[in-house]
């Protein structure tokens, strides 16, 4: 009987440490709708390693391009509203997408999909190459001016955040600059590199490797927070008042999520970016840490997907 009573003690005793171990084995899905090394396939991987484990689960990325990331979205908007199969939504896919005329959406993001909580703000970048005749932005701007339809300008594709944000600066500015579109960031910094394209807009993380290097240079950031990174650099207003370009990186799941699975989330990811380790590697990647909770979250979307709206409007931009 002793023997018994001493085994069922130490079973007792050991119950919660086999918890957290069992709640270890829980597999969150962070899907990302970017092919690895971009940045979109960085946050994904940067979610699941903080994120999940402060849930007493692991994370695993898997990537499903195509369609601006869209591909993705459908996985997340197909799956169970259980809270462990996420999406790594960005502004483009969430916000521009979903507005542009003649695209056959493969899943509406707007109706099929909710914001579970912001982790990031994305810096853009105006760039030239550091060996072409753009010292600053007034320079830029006056040739612009003097040679209508003259110079070029590289985006990621048709109805990309870096497209649009240059219709954007074309409309405040009054510009004429023809649109060079590529399939992707990387080969249009490429072809400013080879002097063939004249700037571009795009995230900061994209091209932060060869402004340090020296083979880009920084004209201007998108938006008046700027960048720790680079803290000389000015902002676009100071030569187009009122112009702000930014994006953000956050975190969404299918429609339906249960209120308190959108809290553990959220609240996992407060949590998640109060770590100094989580902070750096974003900040290291041009990225702002900035948690947003669900509701607020989805504010910034709604927000988001009027104004890129109009701008879609007002280019006469289309996805066919």
């Given at each position: 009987m002793r023997r018994i009573m001493l085994a069922a003690a130490a079973a007792l005793l050991a119950l919660p440490l086999a918890g957290p171990a069992v709640a270890q084995d829980r597999t969150i899905r962070v899907i990302s709708g970017f092919a690895a090394g971009g940045?979109?396939?960085?946050?994904?991987?940067?979610?699941?390693?903080?994120?999940?484990?402060?849930?007493?689960?692991?994370?695993?990325?898997?990537?499903?391009?195509?369609?601006?990331?869209?591909?993705?979205?459908?996985?997340?908007?197909?799956?169970?509203?259980?809270?462990?199969?996420?999406?790594?939504?960005?502004?483009?896919?969430?916000?521009?997408?979903?507005?542009?005329?003649?695209?056959?959406?493969?899943?509406?993001?707007?109706?099929?999909?909710?914001?579970?909580?912001?982790?990031?703000?994305?810096?853009?970048?105006?760039?030239?190459?550091?060996r072409g005749p753009y010292q600053d932005v007034p320079a830029l701007l006056a040739a612009a001016r003097a040679r209508p339809g003259g110079l070029t300008y590289a985006s990621a594709g048709v109805g990309s955040a870096q497209h649009l944000s240059v219709e954007l600066l074309k409309s405040r500015a009054a510009l004429d600059i023809a649109h060079a579109p590529y399939r992707g960031a990387t080969p249009a910094v490429v072809d400013i590199l080879g002097g063939r394209v004249d700037f571009m807009i795009t995230n900061l993380g994209d091209v932060m490797r060869q402004i340090t290097g020296g083979e880009l240079r920084l004209l201007a950031l998108g938006d008046d927070a700027g960048s720790p990174l680079f803290p000389q650099a000015r902002p676009i207003?100071?030569?187009?008042?009122?112009?702000?370009?930014?994006?953000?990186?956050?975190?969404?799941?299918?429609?339906?999520?249960?209120?308190?699975?959108?809290?553990?989330?959220?609240?996992?990811?407060?949590?998640?970016?109060?770590?100094?380790?989580?902070?750096?590697?974003?900040?290291?990647?041009?990225?702002?840490p900035q948690f947003e909770d669900t509701r607020t979250f989805n504010a910034r979307i709604a927000a988001d997907l009027r104004s890129w709206g109009d701008v879609i409007r007002a280019a006469g931009v289309r996805g066919d």
């Open positions: 940045a979109g396939d960085l946050m994904a991987r940067l979610i699941a390693e903080y994120v999940p484990p402060l849930m007493g689960a692991r994370g695993v990325v898997e990537n499903r391009t195509g369609a601006n990331g869209l591909i993705g979205a459908e996985v997340v908007a197909r799956a169970a509203p259980d809270g462990m199969t996420v999406l790594q939504c960005p502004m483009g896919s969430m916000t521009i997408t979903p507005n542009l005329p003649g695209v056959a959406l493969p899943v509406d993001p707007r109706t099929e999909l909710m914001g579970v909580a912001n982790v990031a703000l994305s810096t853009y970048a105006l760039i030239v190459a550091a207003s100071a030569f187009v008042p009122g112009l702000q370009m930014a994006g953000w990186f956050g975190i969404c799941g299918p429609k339906g999520m249960s209120e308190e699975s959108l809290a553990r989330w959220s609240d996992a990811t407060r949590r998640a970016l109060e770590n100094p380790a989580f902070r750096e590697r974003l900040l290291a990647n041009g990225l702002t």
